[in-house]
């Protein structure tokens, strides 16, 4: 449970001074930060403002008014009722948070919401808060073991203070939801510890006939799923020292390798398998940065490290279904389905394939953020870093004038997915076929001859065979017989 939260000062005290320039009576957005368990404590490291949707509305504004309840013919004033309160789209507040956090790297994470308005219009819309509280934890979950708690900042501006509420995600949706936490200002990011991580992996996954997994996406889920198993088990080496049981280490910048465990030949497991029609071909390397706190175990490093590399791998599959899905939403209802999905490498169904396929995921390109933090987005192979300036202004609220050289591309090649059939792959001795019958067989030219040829080999191969096992024997009956005598 988080007892106390700490949040970065000068990044706050900037988004007050904007909130309060701007006049405006509501506003809702993200938390970004860290909670950390070893710790009990709460770090937020900024507040992101959820864009306007896609109409040109706001994602909150505030319904209601202050009604006087000043009687006729009465001498006397009486105070004035306020009744208002917040609506909130709760799906669009979500949306922003799902995309988010595709771009935060291992150790930075959506914590929670914040709200900017009056007193009464959050005591107004406890519910609301709270319903937009969980769609944000549903849409961004921090890891796979998810922490039940998130945040809810509000900001108030009549009076103007900061408070800070823990809300249980296991809890009913009721006032009791909320319940209220320590909250200061401090300097948090200079506290930051960095740590990077460069994966390679290479993947043969095989596709059995009888497998429920038909699409090549649903074959990639799978790989992704493997490789979190794989980094489950592995080691970790941080500066050169194995990872045990350590406190954290000091300097700025960590190197960290994993060590994986030896694992199965998949392609030799396929090959003894009866009815396999192809092997996907999944490799390439992931850059993995990590932030956490420097009074926080290494140990929680090499963790976040380790969920970076399957988050940001899911958020290229992610990526390419979402294109996937404008592209169909963009073609006319009444054109067939399938000649639309058949445009789409993702979407083919791997049973029916006859000829190799390539699918190249987005390259991870890394953006200075705060302090000395990268931020990550995801580029296709047709695009350049020129679209990083508007999903950073869009999504994380930067300004519009970034320095492109100040962008780290570390994933030279993006990452590459192949799908062939499974004797274009498979290792000729592993599975009996000679280099001469693959030849013959890809040009669809196996003649009488040289099946008769082969066949005349064997023969002989094998009376070769009993010539020299009859020899052996007869030797051995004739060194006997002189040892007898």
């Not at 949707?53 to 706001?58: H, I, L, S, T, Y």
């Not at 937009?132 to 203070?161: F, G, N, Q």
């Not at 987005?377 to 869009?394: F, G, I, M, R, W």
């Not at 599975?431 to 030219?445: F, M, Y």
Request: a negative charge; one cysteine or more; glycine letters at 4%.
């Amino acid at each position: 449970m988080v007892k106390a939260v700490v949040a970065e000062e000068s990044r706050l005290t900037i988004v007050e001074d904007r909130l309060a320039q701007s006049a405006i009576p509501s506003e809702i957005g993200l938390v970004i930060g860290r909670l950390s368990s070893p710790l009990d404590r709460g770090f937020v490291f900024d507040l992101i403002p959820t864009p306007p949707n896609d109409a040109g509305e706001a994602a909150c504004s505030l319904v209601g008014a202050i009604k006087d309840d000043k009687k006729k013919g009465s001498k006397g004033k009486s105070p004035a009722v306020d009744s208002s309160s917040l609506v909130i789209d709760n799906d669009w507040v979500a949306e922003h948070a799902r995309q988010v956090r595709r771009m935060l790297p291992g150790g930075v994470k959506v914590i929670g919401v914040y709200v900017w308005a009056s007193e009464t219009a959050v005591k107004n819309s406890t519910l609301m808060l709270c319903q937009a509280v969980k769609a944000v934890a549903e849409a961004a979950p921090l890891s796979v073991i998810d922490s039940e708690e998130r945040l809810l900042v509000h900001i108030c501006y009549s009076p103007r203070r900061w408070t800070c509420r823990n809300f249980f995600l296991t809890s009913n949706l009721t006032s009791n939801s909320l319940r209220p936490s320590d909250f200061k200002m401090g300097r948090v990011l200079t506290s930051l510890q960095t740590y990077k991580c460069i994966y390679n992996f290479d993947m043969r996954l095989p596709v059995s006939r009888a497998s429920n997994v038909q699409r090549l996406i649903d074959v990639i889920r799978n790989g992704i799923s493997i490789q979190a198993d794989v980094l489950k088990d592995a080691k970790a080496m941080i500066d050169g020292n194995l990872v045990v049981s350590a406190p954290s280490t000091l300097g700025d910048l960590h190197e960290i390798e994993l060590l994986l465990p030896f694992l199965k030949n998949t392609s030799l497991e396929a090959c003894r398998q009866k009815e396999v029609d192809g092997i996907v071909v999944f490799r390439g390397s992931v850059c993995s940065f990590a932030y956490l706190n420097s009074k926080e175990p290494v140990s929680e490093a090499v963790t976040e490290i380790k969920g970076d590399i399957i988050t940001s791998l899911q958020s290229r599959l992610d990526i390419i279904c979402d294109e996937v899905d404008a592209d169909k939403e963009a073609h006319d209802v009444h054109e067939d389905a399938n000649e639309v999905a058949s445009e789409h490498v993702s979407q083919l169904f791997l049973h029916s394939l006859r000829k190799q396929c390539n699918l190249s995921f987005p390259r991870r390109v890394f953006v200075p953020w705060l302090a000395d933090m990268y931020i990550c987005d995801y580029l296709q192979p047709s695009e350049t870093t020129a679209v990083l300036k508007e999903h950073c202004t869009e999504l994380m609220s930067m300004e519009a004038s970034m320095d492109m050289t100040t962008v780290l591309e570390p994933e030279k090649e993006a990452l590459s997915l192949s799908a062939e059939s499974f004797w274009d792959v498979a290792v000729p001795f592993q599975c009996g076929e000679t280099s001469l019958e693959k030849k013959n067989r890809d040009d669809g030219t196996i003649t009488g001859s040289n099946a008769t040829s082969s066949s005349k080999s064997s023969g002989i191969n094998i009376m070769m065979a009993v010539f020299v096992l009859i020899l052996a024997v007869i030797i051995g009956f004739v060194f006997l017989f002189m040892m007898g005598s």
